[in-house]
């Protein structure tokens, strides 16, 4: 009779043993399936945050070139009294953002030599419908190219995630820390003063 309960006690011992076997199992898998979420976050945050900066160290750029020259079109200077139109800032703003253009893949000695971020800047006038012609108003947007990007899974898809970034900014102010005029007035007429506003700074939706 013992001799018989012991056999059902070891046949009950099996499957017990089986469930809990499968059990730590599937913890680990559990476990390590978080840890890679985790891990992935982690790294696409990292370059977004590396995206980042790169995009404002050429905003930075920018806006020092037309501190100093004001985004005057004329290789002579402009005089105080010239009135320089939005159209022709933009082409200006343009060019101090393509004289560092050479600087738009960015590497890191610390990560896979595949490893690179591509971004692209481009300026604009004020998309507002109504804006005046010497509002003053810029625009500078720093994105992410579709084509010549690094083939790392944690860069895949890049111009589609990472959402880009936006500066506007009015120009011609007369003294420094002045707010800016209205986008559909005449700010200070265009004038080459070097000075300027930031208006905003944020991030447009990504396109994914």
Known sequence: ?????SHQAGNLLIPVMLMGLVSALLMGAFINYSVFIEQAAIENQLAETRAYWAILGHFRYAISRQ???ALCPYSAG???STNIKDTDKVTVLQSYLDEISAYRTFTYAEENADYSIKIS???SADTDPLRNPYSGYMTMVGSYPTSGLSSLPVLSGLAQRFAPLELRFCTSQLAAFQ???GVKNNNNGGSPTGYYSIRRLFRDQSAS
């Open 1 to 5: 009779m013992r001799a018989h309960a």
């Open 121 to 123: 800047l481009t300026a």
């Open 67 to 69: 501190r100093y020259a």
């Open 179 to 181: 707010a800016c005029g």
């Open 78 to 80: 402009c005089a105080a």
